[in-house]
């Protein structure tokens, strides 16, 4: 029953998630919690590590639920459910593309579908950023606390390394592998 639960979870996952893996953050998080109790903090985990490793975060991302919920079985049948639908409707409209490539109702579906996958995509960021930035374990503790200015709550170099980050990979084009694994050495600086 798990298995089919697991399966179903996933492929409405797989169905629905417009805009690519970062869209279909929030989509997983609350689809997951009937399998896993995973905390926020420890879905955030999860996200980087899907990040880091190869292949696109949803199918990286359900591969880990699958097994913490049902070991081996558990990951092929979520990784399995997470696929299925894009590789069926990526079937269905390759044919159907030239066909309908001219159609306005097409064309506004797609221009409708656009601005949903940026607020998905928002969505995601809330729920990784919220437990990097504001949590109890804190990169470089004893820095943080000569900044009395700062919540308390608030790590402000996680916070000053996610921002770095988006200005490296977006507006200056460094490569994300590259600043990600520059990130991790910093982190294990600091962390330790």
Do not use: C
């Not at 609350?30 to 926020?40: E, G, H, K, L, R």
């Amino acid at each position: 029953m798990l298995y089919i639960k697991l399966f179903l979870a996933f492929v409405k996952i797989g169905l629905l998630g417009f805009g690519g893996g970062l869209a279909i953050i929030q989509l997983i998080y609350d689809s997951i919690q009937q399998f896993a109790a995973i905390t926020p903090s420890l879905f955030a985990e999860i996200v980087a590590i899907a990040q880091v490793t190869p292949g696109p975060v949803a199918i990286n991302t359900a591969t880990y639920i699958g097994f913490v919920s049902g070991g081996i079985s558990g990951a092929a049948v979520a990784t399995a459910g997470v696929a299925l639908p894009s590789f069926v409707i990526i079937s269905m409209v390759s044919r159907a593309m030239e066909k309908f490539k001219d159609s306005r109702i097409v064309k506004g579906a797609l221009s409708g579908i656009r601005p949903a996958a940026a607020g998905l995509i928002g969505a995601a960021f809330l729920t990784v950023s919220k437990p990097v930035i504001i949590s109890d374990a804190h990169l470089g503790a004893n820095f943080h606390q000569l900044l009395a200015m700062m919540p308390p709550a608030w790590d402000l170099i996680s916070l000053v390394l996610a921002v770095v980050t988006v200005i490296l990979i977006g507006p200056v084009k460094k490569d994300p592998i590259k600043i990600l694994l520059i990130m991790a050495v910093v982190g294990a600086i600091l962390g330790a």
